[in-house]
C-alpha cells in the first residue's frame, strides 16, 4: 500500500514537473539578435564588412543645411530642433548593421536574455559604457530613458509601447516586459531605443526646447560652439573617445552651417554657399 501511495505521489510530481516546463518558456542568451533568420556576424566579430578599419582617422567635416532652429532638443514638444547635426548624440543599446534587414549586435549593452516566445528581454550592460562626461551609463538611465521617452515623448511613442514595463535588476542589467508573447518584433524595437544621461535630464523638462546643447551618450560630444546671427547659425560638434574597445570615431569634428532665405534675394547667397559646400567635399 505504501509502494502505491509513493509511485503515485511520484507521478504527480513527474506531471507537474512537465506542466511547469512547458509553461515556462526557455530562456536564450546572446550577443545578437536577428527578426528573422540568424545574425550575419558572429560572435566577437572585429567590425562589419563595410568597414575599413584601416581608414585615416581625424580631419573635419563641413556640411550645410538649408533652415533654422531655436532649440538643441531634438525631441521636444514644441520649437523647432537643430538640423543636420546633432548626429550620433544617443546610442541605442544595441546596433544594427546597414547590410542586413533588421539585426542587432552589442553597443550600451554588451549581451541580451531573451524568453524563447519573446515575453521579455533582459539587456546587460557594458561596464566601460559612459556618457559623454564619462559618467558610467547604468540601468537606471535605461529605465529613466524609457519612461521619459512613454510619458513625457511623442504619443506615437507610447502608443506602440503600451503595456512594456522597464525593470532594473541590479547596476548593469535592465528587463523589460512585454504586454503579449510572440511579438519578436516589438521586443526588437526597443534595442534601438536611445539611452539618455539620467543625471542630465532629471533635472529638466524633457517635452520642453533646450537653449544650451544637451548631455548625450553617443560618439559625438555636446556642441562645443555656436553662433546665431540673423540668417546665418554656426555649430561645431567635436568627436570624442567612447566606450568602443577604446577607439575613437574616424571623423572628429563636424561643422554645420545653417542658412535661414526669407527674402528673394538671398537664394543668390545660398547658391553661392551650397556651391561652396560642393567644392570643399569634392576629394
Not at 43 to 58: I, L, R
Not at 148 to 156: C, L, N, R
Not at 164 to 176: C, G, H, I, P
Request: proline share 7%; with cysteine; net charge positive.
Amino acid at each position: 500500500m505504501m509502494k502505491k501511495k509513493i509511485i503515485f505521489l511520484m507521478l504527480i510530481f513527474c506531471f507537474m514537473g512537465i506542466s511547469l516546463s512547458a509553461q515556462t518558456p526557455r530562456i536564450i542568451s546572446a550577443a545578437s539578435i536577428a527578426l528573422r533568420g540568424e545574425p550575419k556576424y558572429q560572435d566577437g566579430f572585429t567590425h562589419f564588412d563595410y568597414v575599413n578599419p584601416d581608414a585615416p582617422k581625424g580631419g573635419n567635416i563641413t556640411l550645410h543645411v538649408i533652415g533654422t532652429y531655436d532649440s538643441f532638443h531634438r525631441y521636444a514638444l514644441r520649437g523647432d530642433s537643430l538640423l543636420g547635426p546633432p548626429t550620433g548624440f544617443y546610442d541605442t543599446l544595441l546596433v544594427s548593421s546597414w547590410d542586413e534587414v533588421e539585426s542587432y549586435y552589442p553597443l550600451i549593452a554588451e549581451r541580451i536574455e531573451y524568453a524563447e516566445d519573446f515575453s521579455f528581454i533582459i539587456f546587460h550592460i557594458n561596464p566601460d559604457a559612459k556618457a559623454q562626461d564619462g559618467v558610467p551609463i547604468t540601468s537606471e538611465d535605461v529605465v529613466f530613458s524609457f519612461n521619459t521617452f512613454y510619458e513625457k515623448g511623442v504619443p506615437q511613442f507610447k502608443r506602440y509601447y503600451e503595456g512594456v514595463t522597464a525593470q532594473a535588476l541590479d547596476t548593469l542589467r535592465v528587463r523589460f516586459d512585454l504586454p503579449r508573447p510572440d511579438d519578436k518584433e516589438l521586443m526588437m524595437a526597443i534595442c534601438g531605443i536611445n539611452i539618455l544621461p539620467k543625471h542630465f535630464w532629471e533635472t529638466r523638462d524633457f517635452s520642453e526646447p533646450l537653449s544650451v546643447p544637451p548631455l548625450g551618450t553617443g560618439p559625438y560630444r555636446k556642441i562645443t560652439r555656436w553662433v546665431s546671427m540673423l540668417f546665418t547659425s554656426v555649430c561645431l560638434i567635436i568627436g570624442l573617445p567612447i566606450f568602443r574597445a577604446g577607439k575613437a570615431p574616424s571623423i572628429l569634428t563636424v561643422s554645420a552651417k545653417i542658412i535661414t532665405v526669407t527674402l528673394p534675394s538671398q537664394w543668390k547667397l545660398l547658391r553661392r554657399a551650397s556651391m561652396m559646400y560642393v567644392l570643399k567635399t569634392r576629394p
